[in-house]
């Protein structure tokens, strides 16, 4: 009987590993929506007139992706679990709709490849998130100042349009990301700790925050890795 509890999990560790399992579930939930669609408005002549044909369309879509992270993020506390899950989906699908412009940019082998390529990449950092034994509390300060630097900087890269500022942009922001997804796994899994079996709701909306933060995480560590690997069409 002692050997049993002592290979038996802890209750926090089951439920820890269920959030996370649940986390994954939702965030490859997203990008299915997000790459189906993306496949199928690149193969739209209307819905890309629509979309690329008009600025304002554009300018539309990204101000409400931005406005459907803000919600969900702000209401972890307090958004029925119904509703953070569709607009999670909501917005994976305004993403895909974006994100189609990558299919006519990139041909589909180099888009498969890189795609192989972050999932592994992707995994292999993850994992070291939830098992080390590390506190990456104070490198995600740190991460997120240097992704703010990062965004300011490709901003004025627009106007200067410097081919070494972008290869320096890229590769720093595939590190700033690398290191994303390690710290934001951590944090999730910290948070499946503090649950109790009494916290459904809770944990619901924490999971769908979680696989928007790995989602976030996945497809900008894709696109940056996508100027490296990725081939451009003819």
């Given amino acids: ?20 399992r649940s986390v994954f579930n939702w965030m490859a939930a997203g990008l299915v929506v997000s790459g189906l669609t993306a496949y199928f408005t690149a193969n739209s002549p209307a819905l890309l007139n629509l979309i690329f044909g008009n600025s304002f369309m554009m300018f539309l879509l990204i101000l409400g992706e931005l406005g459907m992270v803000i919600a969900i993020s702000r209401g972890v ?17 305004v993403n895909g709709l974006t ?45 997120m100042m240097a992704l703010i630097g990062l965004i300011i900087a490709s901003v004025v890269n627009i106007f200067m349009a410097s081919s070494t500022l972008g290869w ?20 999730i899994k910290k948070l499946g700790m503090t649950l109790t079996p009494a916290d459904g709701d809770q944990y619901g909306r924490i999971s769908i925050v979680g696989a928007l933060m790995l ?20």
């Avoid at 307090?78 to 607009?87: I, K, R």
């Fill in 1 to 20: 009987m002692q050997q049993d509890q002592y290979f038996q999990p802890s209750l926090s560790a089951v439920r820890e590993n269920a959030l996370m």
């Fill in 77 to 93: 506390n307090t958004m029925q679990v119904s509703t953070a899950s569709t607009l999670f989906l909501l917005f994976s699908f």
């Fill in 99 to 143: 994100l189609s412009a990558v299919l006519l940019a990139y041909t589909y082998e180099s888009i498969a490849s890189t795609f192989l390529i972050t999932a592994g990449t992707f995994g292999a950092t993850s994992l070291y998130g939830y098992v080390t034994k590390k506190d990456l509390t104070s490198m995600g300060g740190l991460l």
């Fill in 168 to 187: 320096i942009i890229t590769y720093a922001g595939i590190l700033i990301f690398v290191g994303l997804t390690a710290y934001d796994t951590q944090k």
């Fill in 215 to 234: 989602y976030l995480d996945f497809v900008n560590l894709f696109l940056l890795m996508l100027r490296i690997f990725g081939g451009r069409r003819n």
